[in-house]
């Protein structure tokens, strides 16, 4: 059995799984202070957070250079999405990111091939 390196990533044990449980990243905290969605965009200001900030919050930080949606910030930590939204609303809280509703970072919001691929994927689960 071998623990990852502090380097790694996330705290993962090969055969015990995530060392750190998920809500011990975020204190507790279910609720975070902003409105987030799973199609959220968020963005890094290039403002530099004040006070400390756990591993998670600096990975995500990072991961937002260009704008990124919620879900893939969670699938990206390995952590649930709503603790992924109280990370992130730590982020904004202090001005280290900003947020958008979806296609919002975009000049098309209505983008025709955007909304064709989602139709053609909703057709094909029915």
């Given amino acids: 059995m071998r623990a990852a390196a502090a380097g790694d990533g996330p705290w993962l044990d090969e055969a015990a799984g995530r060392l750190v449980r998920p809500f011990t990243v975020s204190n507790g905290r279910t609720r975070p202070t902003v409105a987030l969605d799973l199609m959220s965009q968020v963005m890094a200001t290039g403002v530099t957070p004040f006070g400390y900030l756990g591993p998670e919050h600096t990975h995500a930080l990072d991961l937002c250079r260009a704008p990124v949606p919620v879900a893939e910030l969670a699938a990206h930590l390995r952590l649930p999405v709503v603790v ?10 202090c001005g280290a990111l900003t947020t958008k509703p979806p296609a919002a970072f975009h000049h098309h919001p209505t983008d025709r091939a955007l909304l064709e691929a989602v139709l053609d994927g909703l057709r094909r689960q029915l």
Wanted: charged share 30%; net charge negative.
């Fill in 84 to 93: 992924t939204k109280v990370l992130l609303a730590d982020l904004v809280d």
